[in-house]
Every structure is written in structure tokens, then in C-alpha cells.
């Protein structure tokens, strides 16, 4: 009997060998192939717009691609490989994620469109160093301007603005991310639905976020404070609106309260940044500068009062 049903089965492959020979284009079907599963593995209906929203947070094939991304990335973290693979991208690359932090998409994640696939820090480390010696420069050439034909004012440079300025920026650029991650994650732990981002990603949003300062900064040293004030509304508008549309569908399912209020503060912050910079920069107070004494022949001084 095994001796005949070796014999059938060899046949039946004789069989299905020679019609495939005849045919190379016929379809098989295998009878253990599983049937086809549900795109949805919960079993409930996508709310209307649900469907857009998590293709642009990347929650289904783009976590899948990350992980599989992360597993070949596992140098040890004390080798020059594990910190070379954050400072991994081209030109264009950063080109691109400028651009896109400079002129949003409304609707559109910044994280999903231009970092899922490849977070950095070479980007977000060089615009802040810019914005640092931007900020310290204007800022000097500012207070040099206002005081511009004064006769009693000597211009000196003030080197301490570049400490004040990068330990500003290079902080709410590391802290604030640092925060937000760390409550990311917690808010994960108690609704199911909130996405955790990867802190490197959460930092490279705030970094190139940063970029719209660099050319605001320099315009800043128009001695004109409308000018100014519209400048860093403008500015705030456009890179708040990158960090809103970036972390709104992150928080949306948790308390609504909860949610407004993670949202508000992430622009209370950025605002904060913005109008610090500005006020301490290059809206400083006028010098009280000494009055000049002025001698007399009969060996007396008169102190004149300075305008």
C-alpha cells in the first residue's frame, strides 16, 4: 500500500510538472494557503478621516519598516557606528526637510513625509549652531545701529550673547523634546490609541522647526520694532503650524483636555522661545550713558545733563 501511494504521488508531480511545461503562465493554488486576512486586525470600522490620519502618523507598514530598520542598526552605542548612523543623510535629504519645515502642508505629518524613513541630527545640530551665532551677531549689530551717532556711546562687542544664546536653544531644543517624549510615553501606558514617537524623531521636528528663525534673526536688525513684532508672528505661525500638525494626531485620542492642553503648551513654549530671544537680543533698554564734564577757566567743572 506505501509502496502505491509513493508511486500515485510521484505521478501526480509528473503531472503537475508537465502542465506547467505547457503552460508556464497557469496559476497554482495551494490548499494550505491561509484565507485572506482583514487589513483591520480589531475588527471595527475606521471612523470617517481615521484612514488618512493613521497613514500620516505611519502606525501600520511604516512601524513595521522602522523596526525592521532598527534591527540592523544594533552597533553598540559606545562604537563610532552606533552615533555615524544618526548623521546619515545627503544633502537633498536636509534640503527637503528644511523645505518642508519653511512652507508646511496643512494636513500633512512632518515626522511621516520627510524623518519616519530617516531621523537625524545633523540637521538639527547645525541650524541651531546657525541660529546661535545669527542671534549673537544681529544682535550685537542691533544695539550697534540704535546707538548709532550717540557721541558718547563706544561700540564694544558683547562675546557673552554667544553662551546666552546657544545654552538658550541648544536647551529648549534637547529639554523640551526630552519632556514631551517622556510624556508621550506615559499617556501611552494609559490610552491604547496615543503614538509614541522616537525621541530622535521628536528631536529632529523641533530642530528643523528652528530653521525659519536664522533669516527672521537677521532681518531682526531693522530698527523697527512692527517690523520686528510681525517678523516673529510670521515666523511663529509658520513653525508652530509644523509642530501642531505634527504632535495634534499623536494626543487627539486621549482626554480632549489633556489633548488641548499638550498641544497649547508646545506652542507656549516655541512662543516663549520667540519673543525671549527678541526682547532680550534686540529690544534692549537705552544706555544711561554719563554726562560729560565739561571744564571751566576759573578751575571749576560743570556736569551737562546727556540727551
Known amino acids: 500500500i506505501v509502496t502505491a501511494l509513493v508511486m500515485y504521488l510521484f505521478a501526480e508531480f509528473d503531472d503537475a510538472a508537465n502542465l506547467l511545461a505547457a503552460n508556464p503562465d497557469a496559476t497554482t493554488i495551494s490548499i494550505d494557503e491561509p484565507a485572506e486576512i482583514s487589513k483591520n486586525p480589531h475588527g471595527r470600522l475606521q471612523e470617517p478621516g481615521r484612514e488618512e490620519d493613521d497613514e500620516l502618523l505611519g502606525t501600520d507598514d511604516s512601524d513595521k519598516t522602522e523596526l525592521l530598520a532598527g534591527q540592523k542598526k544594533s ?28 512652507f508646511p502642508v496643512p494636513g500633512k505629518n512632518f515626522v511621516r513625509l520627510y524623518i519616519r524613513s530617516n531621523p537625524d541630527l545633523y540637521g538639527p545640530f547645525w541650524i541651531c549652531a546657525t541660529l546661535v551665532f545669527t542671534i549673537a551677531v544681529s544682535g550685537n549689530l542691533s544695539n550697534f545701529f540704535i546707538h548709532l551717532g550717540k557721541p558718547t556711546y563706544h561700540y564694544v562687542p558683547e562675546f557673552r550673547k554667544v553662551s546666552i544664546a546657544a545654552t538658550t536653544i541648544y536647551a529648549y531644543a534637547w529639554l523640551v523634546p526630552l519632556a514631551l517624549w517622556g510624556f508621550l510615553m506615559w499617556r501611552n501606558s494609559k490610552v491604547m490609541n496615543i503614538v509614541s514617537y522616537s525621541f530622535l524623531e521628536i528631536v529632529c521636528v523641533y530642530g528643523y522647526s528652528l ?55 508646545i ?34 567743572t560743570v556736569l551737562t545733563k546727556s540727551q
Request: aromatic residues 16%; charged residues 15%.
Open 211 to 265: 530653521f525659519i528663525y536664522i533669516p527672521t534673526a537677521i532681518l531682526w536688525i531693522i530698527p523697527q520694532k512692527v517690523v520686528r513684532w510681525v517678523l516673529v508672528i510670521f515666523s511663529l505661525c509658520l513653525s508652530g503650524s509644523v509642530l501642531v500638525m505634527t504632535f495634534w494626531p499623536a494626543v487627539r485620542d486621549d482626554n480632549r483636555r489633556i489633548a488641548l492642553a499638550t498641544v497649547g503648551t
Open 267 to 300: 506652542v507656549v513654549l516655541h512662543a516663549l522661545l520667540a519673543v525671549g530671544c527678541l526682547a532680550y537680543f534686540f529690544d534692549a533698554p537705552e544706555l544711561d550713558f554719563p554726562a560729560p564734564i565739561i571744564p571751566v577757566h576759573n578751575g571749576t
Open 75 to 102: 552597533a553598540p552605542f559606545w562604537t563610532f557606528d552606533y552615533y555615524q548612523m544618526f548623521f546619515d543623510v545627503d544633502t537633498y535629504q536636509v534640503l527637503d526637510r528644511i523645505k518642508g519645515s519653511v
